[in-house]
């Protein structure tokens, strides 16, 4: 199985990478891969102390099933996920599947795409689609985030991320309320809710003791 990173038609393809993974290793170097085959970020974790991918696809909803199996993850009903109004949770002790809302406007109309988020052991999945690029963005950045929680609890790193991948998914959507019209502007509302009420179940849940090792 090959899967490559969607081709996305951004301003600034330049200085935004279509996938990323932001690896710790257990001798404190931080590494950061750009646009590689997901087989090829999958192989280099292997050695990781944590690790957080981030691929972009094509059609979001009908690839993460194959993705999520290609990363082993094998608890989660991706297909539950995929069927949330806004957001949808799954929690599986040992695996963790969220997604959450992701908006974009283009001329004045909005579209909701998802934004998966598999949690395992000592490893974070993001996927969506091509659309959505604002965690690309974040990936230039990611490594000086992850050197700032390696010393961490195993817990509170994945806590710190997902807040942070939360945050910036948030981000944009705060400022689309400003600028969309009456009934955009209350879809994009109930999606920040929506998204923040993710995070408190999150803050509020008791980690296994996979996570926290």
């Not at 944590?50 to 696809?57: L, P, S, V």
Request: net charge neutral; charged share 25%.
């Amino acid at each position: 199985m090959k899967m490559q990173s969607t081709p996305q038609n951004y301003q600034d393809t330049a200085s935004i990478p279509l996938s990323f993974c932001i690896i710790l290793y257990k001798d404190g170097r931080i590494e950061r891969l750009i646009d590689r085959p997901f087989e090829e970020y999958l192989t280099a974790i292997g050695e990781a102390s944590f690790a957080w991918i981030d691929f972009t696809t094509k059609e979001d909803d009908k690839e993460i099933e194959t993705i999520a199996q290609a990363a082993s993850f094998t608890r989660i009903p991706i297909p539950k996920l995929t069927t949330g109004f806004y957001s949808a949770y799954e929690d599986y002790d040992t695996e963790l599947g969220i997604m959450l809302p992701s908006a974009t406007v283009r001329v004045d109309k909005m579209t909701v795409h998802p934004l998966f988020v598999l949690i395992r052991d000592n490893f974070i999945l993001t996927v969506h689609c091509d659309e959505i690029n604002r965690l690309l963005r974040f990936s230039r950045y990611a490594p000086q985030f992850f050197k700032k929680i390696a010393e961490e609890p195993m817990g509170d790193k994945i806590t710190l991320v997902l807040e942070r991948i939360i945050d910036e998914n948030n981000s944009l959507m705060r400022i689309m309320t400003a600028i969309l019209s009456t009934s955009a502007r209350s879809r994009c509302t109930g999606m920040l809710s929506a998204n923040h009420s993710l995070k408190r179940g999150w803050q509020k849940r008791k980690l296994p003791t996979t996570y926290t090792t």
